[in-house]
């Protein structure tokens, strides 16, 4: 089993910068495919961004390229979410994922949550 625990929501205005942590535990934690999704209210949840093993492969949603870096340090087990130039339409709940195999379209593990806030 593999535990997703995010961290690092909060409030902030528009232009601004927030750093999303998601620490994994768990026996088959170490290495795995892991990614950022979010849940704006009465919306689906969407892909946002994703990682291989290593950190050397990496994708993003259209709406946040260029803007989001996705990252991880697997000494530490954490994967980050460095989110720039904010705006109000990233408000939302982001979630950490996780995922046994690259070649797997479902993602096997979900974090919590932590809302992220945009202000204009």
């Known amino acids: 089993q593999v535990q997703l625990v995010e961290s690092g929501g909060g409030l902030v205005q528009a232009g601004g910068s927030l750093r999303l942590s998601c620490a994994a535990s768990g026996r088959t934690s170490i290495g795995l495919p892991m990614g950022w999704f979010r849940q704006a209210p009465g919306k689906a949840r969407e892909f946002v961004a994703d990682?291989?093993?290593?950190?050397?492969?990496?994708s993003y949603a259209d709406s946040v390229k260029g803007r989001f870096i996705i990252s991880r340090d697997n000494a530490k087990n954490t994967v980050y979410l460095q989110m720039n130039s904010l705006k109000p339409e990233d408000t939302a709940v982001y979630y950490c994922?996780?995922?046994?195999?690259?070649?797997?379209?479902?993602?096997?593990?979900w974090g919590q949550g932590t809302q992220v806030t945009v202000s204009s």
């Open positions: 994922a996780a995922k046994l195999s690259a070649l797997r379209s479902i993602w096997d593990y």
């Open positions: 990682t291989n093993w290593s950190g050397g492969s990496t």
